[in-house]
């Protein structure tokens, strides 16, 4: 019974860890003047798209750990992305 809210709890600590690697990873470009402004928009999009999928998702009675996980398969793309 408490499986599921422990790994959720790590999940969600996992998402909050990558997370701050991709601020990281943006402030350092930006700091470089390797920044741009189609990377501000594709931020911006990428935020309004991820939430609206998450509400998709609880709307249609999915968990809060499947929520979890798809916005922490866009944060690692992100990682990726940003690290070449």
Excluded: C
């Excluded at 930006?30 to 501000?40: D, F």
């Excluded at 509400?55 to 398969?73: E, N």
Aim: no cysteine.
């Amino acid at each position: 019974m408490l499986l599921p809210w422990f790994k959720l709890a790590a999940d969600t600590t996992l998402l909050a860890m990558e997370a701050q690697t991709v601020i990281g990873l943006r402030l350092t470009q930006a700091a470089l003047g390797r920044g741009s402004l189609a990377e501000n928009h594709l931020m911006v999009t990428e935020k309004v798209l991820a939430f609206a999928e998450a509400a998709t998702t609880l709307a249609t009675g999915g968990s809060p750990g499947r929520v979890v996980r798809g916005y922490r398969r866009r944060v690692r793309a992100n990682v990726r992305r940003l690290k070449r």
